[in-house]
């Protein structure tokens, strides 16, 4: 009776995760027609680099709709820069990727994203327009100093 019960139990493990892998390959199946991000500049840095973590994307204004296809979903190690025409992001691991200042669309410091959740304020949220879609990223900086100079720089961007 154990053996049945033990084998019960490893089929009914099994099956979860084969059900949130199928799960995953459908939300990145869906999403397969959002256009890539642009590859970082290589024009030189006027402020920055920034370092911390690359928390995630998801669609703009739900923090648990994560965006998993061009690896954007991937927590990683980034360091953040601005160049004089865009926010370059170079993560480790992952791919890296630069955001026109035209595309971006707001910045914020946010408690949440992408299944994450800190204090109150302790993300910048960066959103910004990736083709018809409209993402935000989650970046933590682990100095409050480097997390201020980051909002300062791109609320200023975001506004002119």
Do not use: C, N
């Not at 025409?85 to 955001?99: K, L, T």
């Amino acid at each position: 009776m154990r053996v049945a019960l033990v084998i019960l139990m490893l089929l009914a493990i099994g099956l979860s995760y084969l059900a949130m892998y199928r799960g995953w390959r459908a939300r990145v199946a869906s999403q397969s027609s959002m256009a890539e991000p642009q590859a970082r500049s290589a024009e030189p840095t006027l402020a920055g680099p920034w370092s911390g973590t690359y928390l995630g994307a998801t669609r703009e204004g739900s923090w648990l709709d994560r965006v998993d296809v061009h690896s954007l979903g991937a927590r990683s190690r980034a360091s953040l820069r601005l160049t004089a025409h865009a926010v370059d992001i170079e993560r480790e691991a992952e791919p890296s990727f630069s955001i026109p200042f035209r595309d971006l669309v707001a910045v914020r410091a946010d408690k949440g994203i992408a299944g994450r959740a800190y204090e109150d304020g302790g993300i910048v949220v960066v959103s910004f327009r990736l083709g018809a879609d409209t993402i935000d990223i989650g970046l933590r900086f682990p100095e409050t100093a480097a997390h201020l100079a980051v909002l300062t720089a791109l609320s200023q961007e975001v506004a002119s």
